[in-house]
C-alpha cells in the first residue's frame, strides 16, 4: 500500500541558480509526488515515497548542505466549505429566503 511522506530537509540556498540546482537534482528521484523550495528559510519539502537519506545524498552529491529537519504523514487537505460565503458587506444584512412556484397564472410567493 502506497502511503506518501512528507520529508522536510534544510539545505543552504543562496540564489536562484541554487533552487534551481537542488530542484533538478531531486525532482529526477523516483516516487517523488511533489517538491517545493523555500529560498528565505533555507528549506526543501518532499512529498512522496523517496527515503530522505537518499535525498539528502543527491543534494551533498551537487555540494549543498543539507540535513533532515522532519519525516512525517503530509497534512490532509482542507476540505473545502459548503456553505456560501457572503461577502463582509453582507454580514449585517438577513438573509432573505424565496419560493417559487412554476407560474400558472397565479402569484408568486417571496418570504
Known amino acids: 500500500m502506497y502511503i506518501p511522506q512528507k ?3 534544510k539545505v543552504t540556498i543562496n540564489c536562484q541558480l541554487c533552487k534551481k540546482d537542488v530542484l533538478k537534482a ?3 528521484l ?3 509526488d511533489t517538491v517545493a523550495v523555500d529560498g528565505q528559510k533555507g528549506t526543501l519539502t518532499v512529498v512522496g515515497d523517496v527515503d530522505p537519506v537518499l535525498v539528502v ?4 552529491k551537487i555540494g549543498k548542505t543539507a540535513q533532515i529537519i522532519s519525516v512525517g504523514p503530509p497534512k490532509p487537505p482542507e476540505p473545502k ?3 456560501l460565503l457572503l461577502p ?3 454580514n ?3 438573509l432573505v429566503g424565496f419560493r ?3 407560474y400558472d397564472g397565479g402569484l408568486c410567493n417571496i418570504l
Open 7 to 9: 520529508t522536510v530537509i
Open 26 to 28: 531531486v525532482t529526477k
Open 30 to 32: 523516483p516516487g517523488i
Open 57 to 60: 545524498k543527491r543534494l551533498r
Open 81 to 83: 466549505p459548503s456553505l
Open 88 to 90: 463582509p458587506c453582507c
Open 92 to 94: 449585517q444584512c438577513e
Open 100 to 102: 417559487y412556484a412554476p
